[in-house]
């Protein structure tokens, strides 16, 4: 089936704009990340969903990243006024659940990543 | 906080020649350990993982042994290809207190690793 997809794959913004990144995720997959990869760095977390509840955001960086999982499927991690310290790559993952693939539990599934540029 | 620390790289290699990548960690409890893989222009993919102590995953003639007593996670393969240029991340997965975990991961800084002809 269809992997995770993220949209779009490249974003350039001048600072202080207003940018919103979208995460499609496997369907049925109840739990999703966000994380933020900078230039060869590994990957930091940022948040979690499980269904539409957010339930860790400890990893958001400033308040003015914002993400959401209205309806526990599509995502939308938003960041406000971008600052040239918010270019990275940002991935997302969704994850196996436990009971509907035993077989592959807790393994997270990764998008493409959608590259920022904050001019 | 939980930590992976991996070798710094870029690792350059001939075809067929053996390799190792390094990896730690700082965690508290029983980590899951994983590697991952990035191929060019690829997302990440889960190369291999271990959940417990002196497991061993191994996938595509890569393995990893997890080794508790050194808080260790070490990469090996016997001989690599030209295909297997990429970066490797080794990362961790925090057990919660029930023994299960919503499955953050905390990701090492990542190893280029380049195979010539």
């Known amino acids: 089936g269809a992997g995770v997809s993220q949209s779009p794959r490249y974003k350039v913004a001048k600072r202080g704009q207003d940018v919103a990144l979208r995460c499609d995720p496997i369907s049925g997959h109840v739990s999703l990340f966000w994380y933020q990869q900078a230039l060869g760095q590994g990957p930091e977390f940022l948040t979690y969903?499980?269904?539409?509840?957010?339930?860790?955001k400890s990893g958001l960086p400033s308040d003015r990243f914002f993400a959401e999982r209205p309806e526990g499927s599509v995502s939308t991690l938003k960041i406000q006024r971008t600052q040239q310290e918010d270019s990275a790559v940002y991935l997302c993952a969704s994850r196996t659940n436990r009971d509907t693939e035993p077989r592959k539990p807790n393994e997270q599934f990764f998008g493409p990543g959608t590259r920022l540029t904050v001019l | 906080g939980n930590s992976v620390t991996q070798m710094e790289g870029p690792v350059t290699l001939s075809e067929e020649a053996f390799l190792t990548i390094n990896c730690t960690y700082t965690?508290?409890?029983?980590?899951?350990l994983f590697w991952y893989v990035q191929y060019p222009g690829e997302g990440l993919q889960l190369l291999l993982k271990a959940t417990k102590a002196d497991d061993k995953g191994s996938n595509k003639g890569f393995e990893a042994t997890y080794r508790k007593e050194t808080t260790s996670f070490h990469l090996e393969k016997g001989s690599v290809q030209v295909s297997d240029s990429a970066v490797y991340f080794c990362a961790l997965v925090q057990a919660n207190a029930g023994g299960t975990s919503y499955g953050k991961l905390t990701f090492g800084q990542g190893t280029i690793l380049t195979v010539h002809p």
């Open positions: 969903f499980q269904n539409e509840a957010q339930l860790d």
């Open positions: 965690a508290t409890g029983y980590p899951s």
